[in-house]
């Protein structure tokens, strides 16, 4: 049965794009090393045509479809289960800058183009596509937008899904629906492209993707600001949102510890406020120019320093002194490993719950893990934190992931929910969190989601036991 | 049987709150009052719970409901049909402000609230609430979002589905989906929100929404630049958006026959720039000062007169200057019905596209139905037009109508369809444009559209007739 699946895949793609033996590890282990798959094999298509093929025979043979960009998804979403029998569907190999359309401000892609590709073909042409995140070397734009991903420009310009006007994705099956759009405005019908967006491969697997351009800012400046809490943090950006609109592209916050570890693993970094509960790092992009950010920075940072929200402040002179406190900010992740393992959480709150949430977290996983230490940085401005549970200092980090990470992601969730808040903010569900959604979404959201996996994917061909 | 549905909505919603005698035109009649329907009867239910218990009976009845909110739909998507069969479930007694929470910049209403009531409510904390569209006054906020709004300020903020962070639905069922949220980023399951806005009550009730605000800016003001082409319009619009970003909120183009209709027909009306085959409405929104806003404005359009994007300009000296160009422009609509019968068309294409579809369209209308005056002006900076075609000087306007709408529209959205364009940018589809829609949609998208609706509204309780 599968023999005879492989061979007529085989007959479609070319024997060589079918690959089923040797070293699959890449297609087969996930971007964080947590989980080995074993999958039947690995298709590499050429084009949508043949993912359109390799979907109707997979559907005609009874064989399930994990579709694959980068893989670098964090949720264990984009690998096969360990049975051997499901097939990876790689868009890899569709890499193509289909058209540009400068007028319109618009690109479309193939599926498998990878995100720097992408930044690099629009700054080509002059203009910026905004989305930004730390794997973009890698991630491709499809997997981007089967997972609707953030990172650091969301404030200003949205998450993947704002940034994409049109869609071609492949249906279960293997029909084409060509919503490759660049209109602003079309309200013909229900909004299919943001269904597909976010549903991790689940509904459909998208195949190209028409995107939003914007012209290049005249300059990207920082500052970073010290503020005695979070209160005074959330204060700051409301502040920062009315003097600069736009303009602020960026709002990150660090806390104390965070910035601790960075210094003990990366000494040679600097550390413009080294006294700072709460590190601000701002991000400006101006028209005009960077004296003109610059001047804007100081009158907001001047009034925030008189009406008491923040202690200390710090504004970039340079290209140069931007990219250093940016690569403090990047740096934090590393540090984390460095300092030994850790239990994270990609969580979002409305930005006005951020200082209770945390409170109320802290003193809950004090209470019940004493010495855990908290790594709290992350995207405030779009409420969204990486608040990340490092282990006692000195314990065996392996032996208490192993008997607290459950709880401790229990506590968090918890707090989390009570808080009007997101369990995941900008990674998704995969596998990982598929139980975290089916216990804490509400049975009519789970009831509406069902019933539209049934409808477009009756089968069960796409991604079986990812999200739903 | 209707008796006993009639007796139970009393029941449940109290005897006032169930209209089935007198004059009830004002819910059977649609906006621009091309149908005139006949209602069961109009329930006007208090709260979330009551909607639910008024859609569970009709379920049990087998009673069909058309949603209502403001009744200002363009596309007859919000009165029943002429059986008296249909149920209208009007949501406008469901008008509380639930929350505002001005840290996170969001605002959380009833879905009956209208839309103006809404901006005053943001204005009131100092914040904006962006949506703006000329039926303010009447239209709610659910209606604004089962119809995926647009109006003038979508080149910054987007449409009504952009503004919309989260949404309370009754389902089909009578089922709540609390999906009420104010979060920026959340990726926990498929993107419900998305799917019922734009879906004109066919899939759901909104019955709440969570909105975006946004800081006021510090200055709004306006500029005029005279073009000779709508080449020259497209390009000025590139060098706006560069040197201006989101500063720029504004850019509606009008062509001189609508100009000269307001002309005519409001001659104490200015006219700044007289001689202009094309004029440009730039409005911009500085969080600095008016003076700033000025400045730039003079900066972008001198710039753009030495690169022979433009003929001339006129920057406003003051906001009674702004509001005096953009009174011109909201006069276009009212000079043309003052001229007489006319088709309108609301399109949308990709920016770079409207010169050649202008000058097709334009030459296939003339060589169809010569004399026929073109009036084409909109929202160019969304690639949005509203190309309205007033009968030829003198014709018997009825009569011409009766005769060629249909054909007019065909000439009209096959040049649409041929520059990748939409036959219904901002109105939707209701049961105006449904069979366009059969016909212009592909099949694969028509599929999965009913493939969504069977799943959610497998009785076709909902708005049968309208969208699909």
Redesign the interface.
């Known amino acids: 049965m599968s023999a005879e699946f492989l061979d007529a895949l085989r007959a479609t793609l070319g024997p060589e794009h079918v690959l089923s033996e040797g070293d699959l590890s890449a297609y087969e282990v996930d971007w964080r090393k947590r989980w080995h798959g074993k999958a039947l094999a690995v298709a590499r298509p050429a084009d949508t045509a043949q993912v359109a093929a390799v979907l109707r025979l997979c559907a005609q043979h009874g064989v399930t479809v994990v579709p694959q960009g980068g893989n670098t998804g964090l949720v264990v979403g984009s690998v096969p289960d360990d049975t051997g029998r499901q097939l990876v569907l790689s868009l890899r190999r569709m890499n193509r800058v289909r058209s540009f ?6 690109l479309t892609v193939d599926a498998g183009c990878v995100l720097q590709a992408v930044q690099e073909a629009a700054g080509a042409q002059g203009l910026l596509f905004p989305l930004s995140l730390a794997a973009e070397g890698s991630a491709t734009i499809g997997g981007n937008l089967a ?2 991903a ?1 990172g650091t420009q ?3 310009y ?2 993947a ?2 940034l994409c006007l049109g869609l071609e994705v492949v ?1 279960a099956q293997g ?5 490759l ?12 492209r ?2 597909f ?3 991790e491969g689940t ?1 459909g697997v998208i195949t190209a993707a028409t995107l939003k351009l ?2 290049q ?1 005249a300059a990207v400046t920082t500052a970073m600001a010290a503020c005695a809490s979070l209160e005074q943090s ?2 700051l ?2 502040a920062a ?7 602020l592209t960026g709002f990150e916050v660090m806390g104390r510890f965070a910035l601790d570890l960075v210094a003990k693993h990366f000494p040679e970094l600097p550390r413009p406020l080294p006294g700072a509960a709460w590190t601000v790092l701002l991000e400006q ?1 101006d ?1 005009e120019s960077e004296t003109h950010a610059q001047e804007r920075f100081e009158a907001l940072l001047a009034a925030a320093l008189e009406d008491g929200l923040i202690e200390d402040a710090a504004v970039a002179q340079s290209q140069a002194q931007s990219k250093a406190m940016w690569h403090v900010r990047e740096s934090i992740s590393l540090a984390q490993a460095q300092e030994g393992l850790n239990i994270k959480h990609d969580i ?6 951020i200082p209770a949430f945390c409170a109320q977290a802290d003193a809950a996983l004090q209470a019940a893990f004493p010495g855990v230490r908290i790594v709290n940085f992350g ?1 405030l401005g ?3 934190l990486h608040y990340n549970v490092q282990v006692p200092e000195g314990g065996d980090g392996a032996a208490f992931l192993r008997e607290h990470e459950a709880a401790v992601n229990r506590v968090v969730f918890d707090a989390v929910q009570a808080f ?10 995969g596998s990982l ?1 598929r139980e975290e ?1 089916a216990q ?3 049975p ?6 069902r ?6 994917d009756p089968q069960g061909v796409l991604n079986p036991g990812r ?2």
């Open positions: 359309d400068t007028a319109n401000l618009t997972s609707n953030g969301v404030l200003r949205g998450n899904r704002e249906t029909e084409v629906w060509d919503g759009s660049g209109l602003r405005k079309d309200n013909t019908g229900y909004d299919l943001d269904l967006i976010g549903s509904l914007f012209p800012p959330v204060a950006l409301k949102r009315a003097r600069l609109g736009a303009g992009s028209e979002a709150l409305p930005v006005s719950n995207h779009d409420g969204n009007d808040g997101s369990f995941s903010a900008e990674h998704g569900i969190k959604l804490r979404k509400s009519t959201a789970l009831g509406l989601m019933a539209i996996k049934q409808a477009l999200v739903l």
